[in-house]
């Protein structure tokens, strides 16, 4: 089984300040790791994952996240935050095999941009 | 494409009502998924749909849910009678494959039961 643990429920942040969302997951084999972000009104969209190969992943809007698999993390971060960039966001992993491919997500981090 | 879409968007309703959520998912998408999410909690699964047929349900939280999925086209959920611990989010999701970076999800449906 898989834990998928968010640390941060708010993280208020000023425009164009960097930001870090921490993600920390517990599994005993390995996994996919994703951030998806919902926007007011909207359904989730996938923001990046990690499959495998570099550690360091590029997403859309800016985005990228380091996986660590020694710490067992993948926090999101973007060096400069927009207005735009307030929404929630939620980390999520599943088994890279063994024929389940449910994912456990974690509580969602809610990202503040103040101007 | 059209996207997943959801209705109703909100819904609120009394404690021992019954309430329907529908979810149409993408055109050709075989698999359909059902999520919850309780305020401020995580995101959970209630279960997979492929075509019209339940796949996983290990997340459903009792029989007063009921999912189905005709003809292997749209899904509806009910929830019957509705308790307070059933507000949350009800999220659905749709893919080709059963990989979670292929799935694209609707906006959600509010419940609130009060």
């Known amino acids: 089984a898989q834990s998928v643990t968010q640390l941060d429920s708010q993280v208020p942040v000023f425009e164009e300040a960097p930001v870090e969302l921490r993600c920390n997951y517990s599994s005993s084999v390995s996994v996919y790791l994703f951030w998806y972000v919902q926007y007011p009104n909207q359904g989730l969209q996938l923001l990046l994952k990690y499959l495998s190969g570099s550690t360091l992943v590029k997403g859309i809007n800016g985005f990228e996240a380091e996986f660590n698999k020694s710490q067992t993390s993948f926090h999101l971060r973007k060096p400069s935050v927009h207005i735009s960039d307030t929404a929630e966001y939620f980390c999520?992993?599943?088994?890279?095999?063994?024929?389940?491919?449910?994912?456990?997500f974690g509580r969602g981090t809610s990202l503040i941009v103040h101007p | 494409e059209a996207g997943v879409t959801q209705f109703p968007s909100h819904s609120v309703i009394e404690k021992g009502q019954t309430v329907t959520l529908r979810c149409d998912p993408i055109?050709?998408?075989?698999?359909l998924y059902w999520y919850r999410r309780v305020m401020g909690k995580e995101i959970k699964f209630l279960l997979h749909?492929?075509?019209?047929?339940?796949?996983?349900e290990s997340g459903m939280p009792n029989n007063r849910f009921l999912a189905e999925r005709t003809g292997g086209t749209y899904s509806t959920l009910k929830v019957q009678p509705a308790e307070l611990e059933d507000s949350g989010v009800y999220f659905c999701?749709?893919?080709?494959?059963?990989?979670?970076?292929?799935?694209?999800f609707g906006s959600g449906t509010r419940l609130t039961v009060v």
């Open positions: 999520a992993v599943t088994p890279a095999s063994g024929g389940s491919y449910i994912p456990t």
């Open positions: 999701a749709s893919s080709q494959d059963r990989t979670l970076y292929g799935y694209t």
């Open positions: 749909f492929v075509k019209e047929s339940k796949q996983d």
């Open positions: 055109s050709g998408h075989d698999n």
